[in-house]
């Protein structure tokens, strides 16, 4: 019979295997207009049309009642979102009105509830209502991936309410 003591798991030790997924140190860098950090392409999905990135972003709880000042669009590829917490968080995305950013839509996930964004849908940035984790699928490479949009006037998102002791 063979046995296997197990041994922490390090990114050097795994690495003739795959990657380690893990939001640890300081963020890449910053985004959402601050509120958000990226721990930027930690594994590749192998797919033979383009690259596909596994990431971590690590948000900011947003004070409600929210104000996003932007939404934006990514034309290269989908943008999945899955919370690895239970806590909802809110999703806004809007129809597009020639390039532009048309009528907005809000929806607050349930526990266990993530999102794929199509490619090209306007959306707002992430916005948990608790600080919170998502393992992040998207597009990775050199070319250009991202449009925004600034609101001169920011949307206010109210919440439903809530009974007592059921989460944010």
Known sequence: MTVLTAQPLT?????PFG???EAAGEADRLINDGKCGR?????????????????????????????????ERHPLGSQAF???????????VAEDDGGLPGTLHAFL???????????NVWHGVL?????????????????????EYEFTD?????LPRRPAGDGP
Not at 11 to 15: I, R, V
């Open 39 to 71: 721990y930027h392409a930690l594994a590749h999905a192998d797919c033979a049309d383009g690259a596909v990135g596994l990431n971590i972003f690590r948000g900011t709880a947003y004070a409600t009642p929210l104000r996003p000042k932007l939404v």
């Open 154 to 158: 920011p949307p206010e998102i109210r």
């Open 11 to 15: 990114a050097g030790a795994f690495a």
């Open 82 to 92: 899955m919370p690895l917490s239970p806590e909802p968080f809110v999703v806004l």
């Open 19 to 21: 990657d380690v997924i």
């Open 127 to 147: 916005c948990p209502l608790v600080p919170q984790d998502f393992l992040v699928v998207d597009y990775v490479g050199d070319a250009p991936n991202l449009e």
């Open 109 to 119: 996930t349930a526990s266990g509830q993530g999102v794929n964004y199509h490619r």
